[in-house]
């Protein structure tokens, strides 16, 4: 069974902090890894992916990949209140029907 | 940009219905997909295609069926529908640098 596993949350931060989000993945053979943001009544947008080991950046956000570890986690810093949302984490584990998805982490940033 | 469109955005149809929801692209992709979300239940993959005239059932296929017959096009149809099926329905492409997905706006549907 290959899954994806977020806390459900919801965590809560103040505005300013970094939120921190985590994932863990079953397939140890996975090769992309994807964050997505998905505000109420919205469809799921891409923040990004990442794919190689380590920290990627774009803008506040921050992708960190352990493939040892099978974690991928998302930093968001200075946080805003519009980045109160359900961020669900995504495992490209092959082809087509085997792009998992996380249940989704509900964020709500405390002004 | 990718650009995926899901013409019907808000539907209200009446239980026994035969409801069709479009997904329109407007390049070349070969895979596409339908979720269904429901609160507490995540995302749910019902149907993929590949390429015209292709499909995979996904996780929970059951009261649906699709139809592909241009590359652009991906349908969902629900044969009757049912009160169950009451949700959010998401269109998808699949592309680009690690075969990134990329959602529709979604069609919320109530059946009454």
């Known amino acids: 069974q290959k899954e994806v596993e977020q806390n459900s949350g919801p965590l809560s931060v103040p505005e300013g902090a970094i939120a921190s989000l985590n994932c863990t993945y079953s397939?140890?053979?996975?090769?992309?890894f994807f964050w997505y943001r998905q505000y109420s009544g919205k469809s799921p947008e891409l923040i990004m992916f990442?794919?190689?080991?380590g920290d990627k950046e774009d803008g506040r956000f921050t992708a960190q990949l352990n493939k040892a570890s099978q974690y991928v986690s998302l930093l968001i810093r200075d946080s805003q209140p519009s980045d109160s949302a359900t961020y669900l984490c995504?495992?490209?584990?092959?082809?087509?029907?085997?792009?998992?998805f996380g249940p989704g982490t509900r964020l709500s940033v405390l002004p | 940009d990718v650009k995926v469109t899901q013409s019907s955005r808000y539907l209200v149809k009446r239980t026994g219905e035969k409801v069709f929801l479009e997904c329109v692209q407007d390049?070349?992709?070969?895979?596409m997909f339908w979720y269904r979300q429901d609160p507490g239940l995540g995302l749910r993959l019902i149907y993929f295609?590949?390429?015209?005239?292709?499909?995979e059932k996904g996780d929970i296929p059951e009261g649906y069926s699709v139809s592909r017959e241009k590359k652009e096009r991906f349908s969902l149809i629900l044969e009757s529908a049912s009160t169950n099926q009451t949700s959010m329905y998401l269109c998808?492409?699949?592309?680009?640098?690690?075969?990134?997905?990329?959602f529709g706006e979604g069609s919320w549907l109530t059946v009454v």
């Open positions: 397939d140890r053979g996975s090769q992309s």
């Open positions: 990442i794919y190689s080991n």
């Open positions: 295609s590949y390429d015209v005239k292709m499909k």
């Open positions: 998808a492409i699949q592309t680009g640098a690690g075969n990134t997905i990329y």
């Open positions: 995504a495992v490209n584990m092959g082809y087509g029907q085997n792009f998992v």
């Open positions: 390049m070349d992709h070969e895979n």
